[in-house]
């Protein structure tokens, strides 16, 4: 059961080479919010892109922001604690904003690492190697070096027959460096002629989950695996109503619940919009209480949103 969901805390915390700095902001009688962002999150295999606007933030702190340095954003209230919402690698950066009274500071990241550039050790290896080739090349000259010894590459991991896909998608996740928060596979298979990771390595573990009747998807900055089912779904113990029998108000319910009536889906949504929930994430099983939807169900997409008039999370739930 939620706590009082009042005065709103958001934490901040920039993960430099050198050092962790945290960004903390209180909502108080005398002190508004001093940060805003959209969190975006879906069960898409392709990692959400965030924006965070941080107002008046000094110059010493602005520098410390960079390109490629990961962040971690918090959010919750006074009463009820913070909790992570979302983790990933700045992507950009705003130019810096003022109107004379307030300066505006922004940047986006992308949840997760950038696991699409990452390499297998046999890539990171053979790429090396062609390097301290084209390095040696300049100082000896091209003539000569058209004479040096061919390059013995490093061939891509390989997988015995009868190997199961699961531990396939471990060991490639492993080798690159790719963190795997939950592997689930609906339905489990061996690959009978063995198999060959050539290619990206996030590559090769979205198609073996396909395989499987599975999907990779990001959850707060972790890569996940599983078969979108309620039944594997992350159970954090979430009721989302406006009212609560014996308490003042609810659990952060602030419209009725709403579906597109018109939908031929073969999986029915409809969209819930709370007070912000920072446990509510892809994947998370929530309880609706509502006269117009009640019951259980799994988080397919949403959207988490401070801004000066609001501090909400917006799920679409299966049905």
């Known amino acids: 059961m939620a706590k009082y969901l009042y005065g709103r805390r958001v934490k901040l ?4 080479p050198h050092e962790s700095v945290t960004f903390d902001y209180k909502q108080t009688e005398t002190h508004s919010m001093g940060i805003q962002f959209n969190v975006p999150f879906s069960d898409s295999s392709t990692p959400p892109t965030c924006t965070v606007t941080i107002m008046n933030l000094s110059a010493k702190h602005r520098k410390l922001f960079k390109k490629g340095y990961e962040v ?22 705003s130019p810096f904003t003022s109107d004379g009274t307030n300066n505006t500071f922004s940047f986006t990241y992308r949840e997760g690492q950038e696991y699409s550039k990452l ?17 040696k090349a300049k100082v000896i000259g091209k003539k000569a070096a058209a004479g040096l010894p061919k390059i013995k590459k490093h061939s891509a991991l390989s997988f015995g027959k009868n190997t199961a896909a699961s531990t396939i998608i471990r060991r490639i996740a492993s080798d690159a460096g ?44 972790s890569i996940v695996i599983d078969d979108l089912s309620k039944v594997k779904g992350h159970n954090e113990h979430i009721l989302v109503t406006e009212h609560v029998k014996g308490r003042h108000g609810g659990t952060g ?10 939908s031929m889906a073969k999986h029915k949504t409809w969209t819930v919009t709370s007070l912000l929930r920072y446990q509510v994430s892809t994947g998370s099983v929530v309880t609706v209480e509502n006269r117009f939807l009640k019951g259980t169900f799994r988080v397919k997409s949403g959207e988490h949103v401070c801004d000066d008039s609001a501090f909400t999370t917006a799920m679409e739930v299966y049905v």
Not at 129 to 135: G, I, L, S, V
């Open 178 to 221: 790719i963190t795997l928060s939950k592997v689930y596979l609906a339905k489990p298979k061996k690959y009978k002629k063995g198999y060959a990771a050539h290619g990206k390595p996030i590559t090769n573990i979205k198609a073996i989950a396909k395989a499987c009747g599975s999907k990779v998807y990001y959850r707060r900055g």
């Open 253 to 262: 319910l602030i419209q009725y619940p709403t579906t597109d009536s018109d």
């Open 13 to 16: 915390v920039l993960l430099t």
């Open 72 to 93: 971690k954003l918090y959010a919750g209230y006074a009463e009820d604690g913070v909790g992570l919402l979302s983790a990933g690698v700045i992507r950009a950066i």
């Open 119 to 135: 390499l297998s050790s046999a890539e990171k290896a053979n790429k090396k190697a062609d390097e301290a080739r084209k390095k």
